[in-house]
């Protein structure tokens, strides 16, 4: 009798505590992440690479190579890279601080009108001869980055946050939507756009460098 007592005993503890263990979960749920595992993948992966592209052509320039100008108001390599740093650390202030902690930027896109990641990217990315349009003033370079290893530390530093940012946000990114010069695209896609925005000034470097007055080594 002693033992059939204590056995019904255990049973009943165990049904409370999977009852605690159901209102908790019930009280509790699991957050489901906002982002998929391939979206982190592809933006991180497009972050990384792009940053190290730019690192490789960059790496070995001399001082003169690094401050050449084609004409007097066109950008040098270090103008260019001043340029992307300054912008890699107001677009990740704007994300953080304003895009996902504003309501009114929290809109229902129908999917037929969406961007697509890809078209932020073409677009982004595009320097042909009709794309290219003067930056804003608190987008220009200023000479404050002195030299190739200057700018690689900070900008590596930079681009961290946004990595580590892509890589831990639970926030609802694909749900906030921001104009940019892109369109009307989410703060994922803002993210992808640093990834493109990189990509074209790249290419921007590679013109300077490509230059017949740009000094020889």
């Given at each position: 009798m002693a033992k059939n007592h204590l056995n019904q005993k255990i049973k009943n503890m165990k049904k409370?505590?999977?009852?605690m263990m159901t209102a908790l979960t019930i009280i509790n749920p699991v957050?489901?992440?906002?982002?998929?595992?391939?979206?982190?993948?592809?933006?991180?992966?497009?972050?990384?690479?792009?940053?190290k592209d730019i690192f490789k052509s960059i790496?070995?320039?001399?001082?003169?190579?690094?401050?050449?100008?084609?004409s007097s108001d066109a950008w040098s390599v270090a103008g260019v890279c001043e340029h992307l740093l300054i912008a890699e650390?107001?677009?990740?202030q704007n994300i953080t601080q304003n895009i996902i902690k504003n309501e009114e930027f929290r809109v229902i896109i129908p999917e037929a009108s969406r961007i697509s990641d890809q078209t932020v990217i073409d677009i982004i990315s595009d320097r042909s001869p009709g794309k290219r349009v003067k930056t804003a003033p608190p987008f220009e370079p200023k000479g404050l980055v002195d030299s190739p290893k200057d700018f690689m530390t900070k900008y590596k530093?930079?681009?961290?946050i946004n990595i580590d940012f892509t890589k831990n946000s639970q926030d609802d990114l694909k749900a906030y939507y921001f104009d940019s010069p892109a369109g009307k695209i989410s703060a994922y896609q803002w993210i992808i756009l640093l990834g493109a925005h990189a990509e074209r000034h790249h290419k921007q470097m590679?013109?300077?460098?490509?230059?017949?007055?740009f000094p020889a080594r």
């Open positions: 409370i505590v999977l009852l957050e489901e992440e906002t982002l998929s595992k391939k979206e982190r993948r592809f933006a991180i992966k497009y972050l990384e690479s792009s940053m790496e070995k320039l001399t001082p003169e190579q690094w401050n050449y100008q084609a650390q107001a677009i990740h530093a930079a681009r961290q590679k013109e300077v460098m490509d230059n017949q007055g």
